[in-house]
């Protein structure tokens, strides 16, 4: 197998251990496979540390990050689910409020330079606040955040152990949520094993046509190993005359951005439904009837799907069952991202 050119994020070292790169820096580790591109995100801020990593685990699944103390980060990303949330279509929050998008999966962060299915936020270490600060969703502020924090006994003691000083900021606490998020990281599906040439990573015929049709009619946006291309893209949904939500052009008041949302990684895609920016489609199949008969035609429609996408019944099929194989059980189930038991 190839191996990766060594360099360096920051001060963070970097060594290839097992057909992966490594980032060791203190205790705890951010690896990838060697055939992925270099993160987007610097390190530096972060301690890297075990203590950091579980505190950012309790504050994501701690609803005292709302106003009334009942909604969590972990409310609408599910770790069984991608870290995203399946029971709606459009996110939930504080007293029974809907928002006005499904909720996006938290996976690979790090290769990410924008968040949101608008790209609103550029940072991924000031992400959390958009949830936070949502009338919809948390209704909170960071202050307040902190004068809980700072009144928890169990808060000033997980801050202590990070940074050998109680007191919590905000700057630590939204600090402490990245070093969280930036590890969850999926990466060993059956496609992944497929391409490493691992054992149970051998792919049946139909697997592979399925991969061939994907390399032709998806991968230009949804491209590989990440699955996706970071770019916002219009895909001819018809407007949700509901929520009359025309995606990046509410960011930029660029015209050219209408209809326009982030393109998603299609990792663990199986568990991710429902799908698109609102939750308008309960199954894969209803998504692949969008891409072959459903297109709305538009001035800002993406160029790859000006053509027709056409498939025969037995194509989708196969289609269908190579997206399974990117399904990542351990990082599904990894215990390491679940609900902290103790402190």
């Known amino acids: 197998m190839n191996r990766i050119k060594t360099y360096s994020i920051c001060f963070v070292g970097i060594f290839i251990c097992c057909g992966f790169a490594v980032i060791q820096h203190k205790e705890v580790l951010f690896d990838y496979p060697e055939y992925w591109p270099k993160p987007a995100y610097d390190f530096s801020k972060l301690s890297m540390t075990e203590e950091e990593f579980q505190l950012g685990r309790h504050l994501f699944y701690d609803p005292i990050l709302s106003r009334d103390n009942t909604i969590s ?181 660029n015209k050219s951005d209408s209809l326009k949302f982030k393109v998603p990684t299609l990792r663990n895609i199986q568990f991710t439904s429902p799908y698109m920016h609102d939750g308008r489609f309960e199954t894969l199949q209803e998504v692949l009837q969008h891409y072959t008969t459903g297109i709305q035609q538009s001035n800002t429609l993406a160029p790859e799907l000006k053509n027709d996408i056409l498939l025969t019944p037995n194509e989708r099929v196969d289609l269908l069952v190579f997206l399974r194989t990117l399904s990542d059980t351990d990082f599904l189930f990894n215990k390491r991202f679940n609900y902290p038991n103790n402190y």
């Open 73 to 253: 980060c972990a409310s609408c990303h599910l770790q069984a689910t991608g870290f995203t949330h399946v029971d709606h279509d459009l996110s939930h929050g504080i007293d029974g409020n809907i928002g006005t998008r499904n909720s996006m999966t938290l996976m690979n962060l790090a290769w990410s330079t924008s968040f949101m299915w608008d790209g609103g936020v550029n940072h991924i270490e000031v992400q959390a606040l958009a949830p936070i600060t949502s009338e919809d969703e948390m209704d909170n502020s960071l202050e307040a955040i902190v004068e809980k924090l700072n009144a928890s006994e169990k808060y000033k003691t997980l801050f202590y152990r990070v940074h050998n000083d109680s007191v919590v900021t905000g700057q630590k606490t939204l600090l402490a949520l990245t070093q969280f998020v930036v590890m969850l990281n999926s990466y060993n599906s059956k496609y992944d094993k497929y391409i490493r040439n691992e054992a149970g990573g051998e792919f049946t015929a139909q697997e592979k046509n399925g991969l061939e049709l994907f390399r032709t009619n998806c991968a230009s946006c949804h491209k590989e190993p990440l699955f996706t291309s970071q770019d916002f893209k219009n895909i001819g949904l018809a407007v949700d005359t509901t929520l009359n939500d025309f995606g990046r052009m509410g960011i930029t008041a």
